[in-house]
């Protein structure tokens, strides 16, 4: 009598369990492919404000040293286009935070003519080449005979963060509760005291989020800058104008400070909005 061995044949369930798992782990690491690509430039800075090169080019590793946080503002002419760069992202991401709210909340609360053109616009200005924008906003400051320096900057800068600031605030505003705001009407309260009192408490972390994503764009941004400044230096001016000379360590301290700064108010953010959360 003849023996067979009969397999138990795999179960559908298991079959698709397996594949699903082997997705989930190719999704899994190509996440971190992605967070390594993002971060890898970012250590190499942080790791480049503690060498000690011997010449001009901070490109090697020549060895240890903490000396370029002690004299991290030793290059008065570096100091002096990180602070105007600051002073410019303040102000900018300020005003832009201010002038995109109100536009944020009418097109996420109201509809109105003209709300689909704006709509358009908005969207055109954050899609659109910065140096089509660059060479708009030159051309607009030539022929109004307005000389080129830090406010035609600021002026820039707050032309096309008003969009990114709108369109966080926006998206926040569309899925607000209207019962909350209708309650506090039915309390006694006008528009004006509910929209301070009710609308901007809640939407006020999607402000914060945009009027930060405004100062990120605006002490970053190269483009449009190189085309308003003048002879007005920013931070990313000078780096474009050492590089053919030679990046001091201190252009690697200064964006790990201002790295860690960014890191430090997500943080404490993040922990307010979670213990916030707790408490509610």
């Given at each position: 009598?003849?023996t067979?061995?009969?397999?138990?044949?795999t179960?559908?369930?298991?079959?698709q369990?397996?594949?699903?798992?082997?997705?989930?782990?190719?999704?899994f690491?190509?996440?971190w492919?992605?967070?390594?690509?993002l971060?890898?430039?970012?250590l190499i800075?942080?790791?480049?404000?503690?060498?000690?090169?011997?010449?001009?080019y901070?490109?090697?590793?020549?060895?240890?040293?903490l000396k370029?946080?002690?004299?991290?503002f030793?290059?008065?002419?570096?100091t002096?286009?990180?602070?105007?760069?600051?002073?410019?992202?303040?102000?900018?991401?300020?005003?832009?935070?201010?002038?995109?709210?109100g536009?944020g909340y009418?097109l996420?609360?109201?509809?109105?003519?003209g709300a689909?053109?704006?709509?358009?616009?908005?969207f055109?200005?954050?899609?659109?080449?910065?140096?089509?924008?660059g060479?708009?906003?030159?051309?607009?400051?030539?022929?109004?005979?307005?000389?080129?320096?830090?406010?035609t900057?600021?002026?820039?800068?707050?032309m096309?963060?008003i969009s990114?600031?709108s369109?966080v605030?926006?998206?926040?505003?569309?899925?607000?509760?209207?019962?909350?705001?209708?309650?506090?009407a039915d309390?006694?309260a006008?528009?004006?005291t509910?929209?301070?009192k009710?609308?901007?408490?809640?939407?006020?972390?999607?402000?914060?989020?945009?009027v930060?994503l405004?100062f990120?764009?605006?002490?970053?941004?190269?483009?449009?800058?190189?085309?308003?400044?003048?002879t007005?230096?920013?931070?990313?001016?000078?780096i474009w104008?050492?590089?053919?000379?030679g990046?001091?360590?201190?252009?690697?301290?200064?964006?790990?400070l201002i790295?860690?700064a960014g890191?430090?108010?997500?943080?404490?953010?993040?922990?307010r909005?979670?213990?916030?959360?707790?408490?509610?």
């Amino acid at each position: 009598m003849t023996t067979q061995t009969l397999e138990r044949p795999t179960s559908a369930p298991a079959a698709q369990r397996r594949r699903r798992l082997t997705g989930e782990r190719a999704m899994f690491l190509y996440t971190w492919l992605i967070i390594a690509w993002l971060v890898v430039p970012i250590l190499i800075m942080i790791v480049f404000g503690f060498n000690d090169p011997k010449g001009r080019y901070n490109q090697t590793w020549q060895g240890f040293t903490l000396k370029w946080y002690k004299d991290v503002f030793a290059i008065s002419d570096l100091t002096s286009a990180l602070v105007i760069s600051l002073g410019i992202a303040v102000v900018s991401s300020l005003l832009a935070g201010a002038l995109g709210t109100g536009i944020g909340y009418a097109l996420g609360r109201y509809r109105f003519r003209g709300a689909d053109g704006l709509n358009l616009v908005m969207f055109a200005t954050m899609s659109s080449p910065e140096l089509i924008m660059g060479i708009s906003l030159l051309t607009l400051f030539v022929s109004a005979g307005i000389g080129l320096g830090a406010v035609t900057i600021t002026i820039a800068h707050v032309m096309f963060s008003i969009s990114f600031v709108s369109t966080v605030v926006r998206a926040r505003v569309i899925t607000l509760d209207r019962s909350i705001e209708e309650a506090a009407a039915d309390l006694g309260a006008g528009p004006w005291t509910t929209f301070w009192k009710v609308t901007f408490p809640i939407i006020l972390p999607a402000v914060f989020s945009g009027v930060m994503l405004a100062f990120a764009l605006s002490i970053d941004d190269f483009v449009v800058t190189n085309f308003t400044a003048g002879t007005t230096v920013t931070f990313p001016l000078w780096i474009w104008g050492a590089t053919r000379v030679g990046l001091p360590p201190q252009v690697n301290v200064m964006g790990t400070l201002i790295f860690a700064a960014g890191i430090l108010i997500a943080v404490v953010t993040n922990l307010r909005s979670r213990s916030k959360a707790k408490r509610s």
